[in-house]
C-alpha cells in the first residue's frame, strides 16, 4: 500500500471537539482488511494523550487510525458525537464540514479527536469532582465514497484524566541572621503546597526574589523539590542582600517588621501526563524574624 501525507483542521469551541488529519502511513499487516472485505472505511483507537494540563483544564486526545481499504480515497463530510464523563453527559452535537476531509486510499490516515476539558465548565455541568474522571466519546463518522454514496463508521473510546490543581505558594518570615549598614545575612522560607491526591515529581523551580520592589536573587532551587501528595515543602535558602546594590527601598525595608515581597517563577514537573510547566506569582507583605 502506498503512504499518503496530509494533514489539515478545523477547530469547534471552548469544551468541545475537534478534528483533524495528523498524517497518513501504509497500514500495518494486523489492520489491513481480507481480500473479501468491503471497501469501506473503519476506525482503531491508536493512543490517548494529555495535552495542555494545567489547573484550568487539559486536552484528552484521542489518536484514531482510519483505514481506508479502497483504491479510492473517502471524503469525511459529517460526524455526531456524544461524550459522558463519570456517566454524566458533557457534549452532544452533530456537525457537517463546510469543505469534506479527504481519506487517501491504501492505508492508514491518523486522526485526532481532542476533547477540551475546562474544569469550571465540568463542574458547572456536572457538579464538584476530584481527583481524576473518565471520558467516553461515541459517536459515527460519515464518508462520501466514489459514486457519491455515503458510508458510516462508529467509534466508541474512553480514557481517564486528572483534575489537576497548581501548586500554591506562599512566604514564612525571612530570617535576619545579621545586619550591617552595607547589608544583611538572610534565609528566605518559601513554602509550596500540593492539594492534589498523588505526589508532585518537581525536576527543576527556577525563580526571581524582589524584597520592596527590587530584585535582590534569581536561580534554582538546589534540594529535593518533590511535593508529597495533599502536603507541603519549605525551602530554605541563604543569601546575601548587597545594599548597595538592591538600592535605598531595600535597606529602609530592613528597618521595619516587614516590607513587600514578590516570589516569581516556573515549577517544571514530571508526570506521567508528560513535562507540565507551572508558574506562579507570589506577592505578600515579607516579616522579618531578626536573629540579632
Given at each position: ?36 472485505a468491503k471497501d469501506e472505511v ?7 494523550v494529555i495535552k495542555n494540563l ?119 518570615p525571612l530570617d535576619v541572621l ?115
Amino acid at each position: 500500500m502506498n503512504a499518503h501525507r496530509r494533514s489539515t483542521g478545523l477547530a469547534l469551541g471552548a469544551a468541545s471537539l475537534a478534528f483533524f488529519l495528523a498524517g497518513s502511513a501504509a497500514a500495518p499487516a494486523a489492520s489491513r482488511p481480507s481480500a473479501g472485505a468491503k471497501d469501506e472505511v473503519s476506525l482503531a483507537l491508536r493512543e490517548k494523550v494529555i495535552k495542555n494540563l494545567s489547573s484550568s483544564g487539559l486536552v484528552l486526545a484521542f489518536h484514531v487510525a482510519v483505514v481506508n481499504p479502497a483504491p479510492a480515497p473517502r471524503q469525511l463530510v459529517r460526524y455526531r458525537y456524544r461524550v459522558r464523563i463519570d456517566q454524566k453527559e458533557y457534549i452532544n452535537t452533530a456537525v457537517a464540514l463546510a469543505e469534506p476531509l479527504v481519506v487517501p486510499p491504501g492505508g492508514e490516515t491518523l486522526i485526532a479527536l481532542p476533547v477540551k476539558i475546562t474544569y469550571d465548565l465540568l463542574r458547572q455541568a456536572l457538579g464538584p469532582i476530584e481527583g481524576q474522571a473518565l471520558c467516553d466519546i461515541v459517536g459515527d463518522m460519515y464518508f462520501l465514497n466514489e459514486r457519491n454514496k455515503e458510508q458510516k463508521a462508529s467509534f466508541a473510546f474512553s480514557g481517564e484524566f486528572p483534575i489537576f490543581k497548581d501548586p500554591e505558594v506562599d512566604l514564612l518570615p525571612l530570617d535576619v541572621l545579621d545586619l550591617t549598614v552595607g547589608g544583611a545575612d538572610v534565609v528566605f522560607h518559601p513554602r509550596f503546597r500540593n492539594a492534589n491526591g498523588y505526589e508532585l515529581i518537581v525536576d527543576a523551580i527556577d525563580f526571581e526574589l524582589s524584597f520592596s520592589g527590587h530584585s535582590v536573587l534569581t536561580g534554582s532551587i538546589p534540594e529535593d523539590k518533590s511535593l508529597p501528595r495533599t502536603g507541603e515543602k519549605t525551602f530554605s535558602i541563604p543569601f546575601l542582600v548587597d545594599f548597595f546594590e538592591a538600592g535605598e527601598d531595600v535597606r529602609a525595608g530592613f528597618a521595619k517588621d516587614e516590607f513587600p515581597g514578590k516570589f516569581t517563577g516556573r515549577i517544571k514537573i514530571a508526570s506521567v501526563w508528560g513535562p507540565l510547566v507551572i508558574g506562579f506569582d507570589t506577592n505578600q507583605a515579607l516579616r522579618l524574624s531578626k536573629k540579632s
